[in-house]
């Protein structure tokens, strides 16, 4: 029997096949793709500078709020007169890269498409838009919702006391809260790649649901800044609505389905 050669394969599978690359060259295009995010976020990160102290009197807003309202003194202090330059400096970066996440999103794309077949890379705007989607969605609700109530109880705890709350100290209980509800949210893009890769399945999520909300509970306790079971609630229930969607993402991209649907349209 004459040896069938990729030209001679049908259309079909010649769409399937992907770009073999050496390991050199993939440490090359993450290189490229860093250097290309690097650039990118220190350009946000300049122009966020411009309006810094805006864009951190809106971080600082909950803690004012929380500390006016039980008539304590609404101002942050700090110890170190480098102190104010260096949070400012952390909040432009932190801006910046926000600000230039949909660039920085399609540079991690573009690193993983080569090993994506054809048309898999199809989900390119989906992943950017949905990414970023998420992570703001887990941002507002922990800046709207999660971080406001938290603050309320925990300084009504100590109204009692004078406060001498440090620019450096809320601004990492910020960032913990804030950033980490935004990670947290990305759970269905990480089983959409898992399950698009056979990695994981619909059925296996949901066998393992029970573990996997001891899990989430345990990663709520650890984010939520305060320690009364109503504040890690909050923090689980986005959590597990998530894992449940997550279970009909993996259902959806798993290959397996894919091939049965491709199976019936036959």
Not at 78 to 90: A, Q, R, S, W
Not at 132 to 158: E, Q, R
Not at 177 to 193: A, H, N, Q
Request: hydrophobic share 55%.
């Amino acid at each position: 029997m004459p040896e069938i050669t990729v030209d001679q394969a049908p259309e079909a599978k010649r769409e399937e096949a992907m770009p073999a690359m050496s390991f050199l060259e993939h440490l090359e295009e993450l290189r490229r793709r860093l250097v290309y995010s690097a650039i990118a976020v220190a350009v946000g990160s300049l122009a966020c500078w411009i309006y810094v102290e805006r864009i951190y009197d809106f971080v600082q807003r909950p803690i004012i709020d929380a500390l006016a309202r039980d008539g304590m003194v609404a101002k942050l202090t700090f110890l170190n007169p480098v102190d104010p330059f260096n949070l400012y400096l952390k909040t432009a970066v932190f801006a910046g890269l926000f600000l230039t996440s949909p660039f920085v999103l399609y540079q991690v794309w573009m690193f993983i498409s080569p090993g994506l077949y054809r048309n898999e890379k199809r989900y390119v705007f989906p992943f950017m838009f949905s990414t970023v989607f998420l992570f703001l969605s887990g941002g507002w609700f922990g800046y709207k919702m999660v971080f406001p109530d938290a603050l309320k109880y925990l300084i009504g705890l100590g109204k009692q006391f004078q406060p001498m709350i440090t620019i450096s100290e809320y601004t990492g209980l910020f960032l913990t809260v804030i950033v980490g509800l935004g990670v947290v949210f990305e759970m269905p893009i990480l089983v959409f790649f898992l399950a698009l890769m056979g990695m994981v399945t619909a059925g296996w999520m949901w066998r393992n649901i029970r573990y996997a909300i001891l899990v989430i509970f345990i990663v709520a306790s650890i984010l939520a800044p305060t320690p009364d079971i109503s504040t890690m609630c909050i923090f689980a229930a986005p959590m597990i609505g998530l894992y449940v969607a997550s279970i009909g993402i993996a259902w959806f991209v798993h290959p397996q389905q894919r091939n049965a649907r491709k199976a019936r349209q036959a």
